[in-house]
């Protein structure tokens, strides 16, 4: 085998420690931005703490909570020891029963995130293969677009569709995503339950982290 293959490497780094680092409630507890980081954002229960614990073949690395007020931080994970980048679990949104004021307080913790963030390297925008991109998803990815933070949409629980149907998604995803200006152009459509696409997500995520 190629010893520099994009994908085993991103195998093997994700196979390799990797770690919670912290919780950050507000700019202030940011770590120090040392290393690329790569963010995962989606509607709660899309699938993000699913998806992370597949990518990182763990089963406990992301809490799967779904109550809303405990997931108003960002929680940062080290992958590699020295750690080469980082993970960033940003807090789901688009709760129906969300209190306004808890709505503002996560577009003022990820706006500061995203604008502020050099080390920020590439956004997944986490979207479920059932639902489609929905309102909250646009608002989320004009944020991105207006802070000019690249970014993937990942359809996740791709198994929960029949091909045909997801075949669809792919398509009418794509095409509303690639008007937008910061959308990179792949889309990867990931099962946690089977792990189709993760390894694809995997070496995405290597190249957009450039290590
Ligand atoms: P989060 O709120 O975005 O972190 O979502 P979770 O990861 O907690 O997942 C929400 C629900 O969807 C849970 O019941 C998961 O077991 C389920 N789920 C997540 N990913 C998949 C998947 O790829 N396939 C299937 N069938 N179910 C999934």
Redo the contacts with the bound molecule.
Sequence with gaps: MDPIDPAERARKLFAGPIDFLKSAPGLQFLPDPVVPEIAFA??????????LNALTNRKTL?R?S?TPGRTQELNFFDVGQPPVMRLVDMP?YGFAEAPKDLVKRWRFLVNDYLRGRQVLKRALV?IDSRHGVKPVDRDVMDMLDAAAVSYHVVL?????VKATTLDAMVAATAEETMKRPAAHPLLVA????TGSGIAELRTAVLEAAEI
């Design positions: 989606g509607r709660s229960n899309v699938g993000k703490s699913s998806l992301a799967t779904n789901g986490l996740t629980k791709a198994d929960k990931t099962s946690s339950e």
